[in-house]
Nanobody, 116 residues
């Protein structure tokens, strides 16, 4: 399974971006999916997840502003980000968990920069 993240860029505070993550290969084995982010000098943090049944979870810092979604075929994952703030500046990574074994798949990351 290969994941390819895209959609990052430079946006002003209050703006929006939509990140995409395209999955290829044997996507049947992808279970829960999500997005992490890592800001300069900080640890990678979980942003949002979507479970196989469609249940979503969000970090408190993005609740009400970000929406995660994905297709049932596990070929596409999205993160709609609204009302962005400079604190959202980070490299965003998509990931997927293998349904059967303890293994994860990671995208290469896409840079999001929010100017004040």
């Amino acid at each position: 399974v290969q994941l390819q993240a895209s959609g990052g860029g430079l946006v002003q505070a209050g703006g929006s971006l939509r990140l995409s993550c395209a999955a290829s290969g044997t996507t049947f084995f992808i279970g829960n999916r999500g997005w992490y982010r890592q800001a300069p000098g900080k640890q990678r943090e979980l942003v949002a997840t979507i479970e196989i049944g469609g249940i979503t979870n969000y970090a408190d810092s993005v609740k009400g502003r970000f929406t995660i979604s994905g297709d049932n075929a596990k070929t596409a994952l999205y993160l709609q980000m609204n009302n962005l703030t400079p604190e959202d500046t980070a490299v965003y990574y998509c990931y997927g968990k293998h349904k059967l074994i303890a293994r994860e798949f990671w995208g290469q990351g896409t840079q999001v920069t929010v100017s004040s």
